[in-house]
Nanobody, 119 residues
Framework: QVQLVESGGGLVQPGGSLRLSCAASGSIVSIYTMSWYHQAPGKQRELVATLTSGGTPTYADSWKGRFTISRDNAKNTVYLQMNNLKPEDTAVYYC?????????????WGQGTQVTVSS
């Protein structure tokens, strides 16, 4: 019933910036939380940032200070602004959301978007 579609990834030089987007669509009543995860080659998927509706965004220490999570509730979209990118940021970035559909609350994953930081 719900899809999360990430976009905005690509190739960027070290020190550059990208903004990732994750748009939710489908039978959405409300979105409670949205998060971004990072999965580098050969590594486990790990949390980058979480944004709770009405709450303060939280960040993992590895990305705190360089990445910013935000959302546009009217568009059911969450963003990840990535600044001062480093080669170690190279990964597939996944969107995750907890969404109310009708009377149910369910979790959803996006398909991921590739970010490559290289000169």
């Amino acid at each position: 019933q719900v899809q999360l579609v990430e976009s905005g990834g690509g190739l960027v030089q070290p020190g550059g910036s990208l903004r990732l987007s994750c748009a939710a669509s489908g039978s959405i009543v409300s979105i409670y939380t949205m998060s971004w995860y990072h999965q580098a080659p050969g590594k486990q998927r790990e949390l980058v940032a979480t944004l709770t509706s009405g709450g303060t965004p939280t960040y993992a220490d590895s990305w705190k200070g360089r990445f910013t999570i935000s959302r546009d509730n009217a568009k059911n979209t969450v963003y990840l602004q990535m600044n001062n990118l480093k080669p170690e940021d190279t990964a597939v970035y996944y969107c995750f959301a907890t969404i109310r559909t009708g009377t149910m609350i369910e979790n959803y994953w996006g398909q991921g978007t590739q970010v490559t930081v290289s000169s």
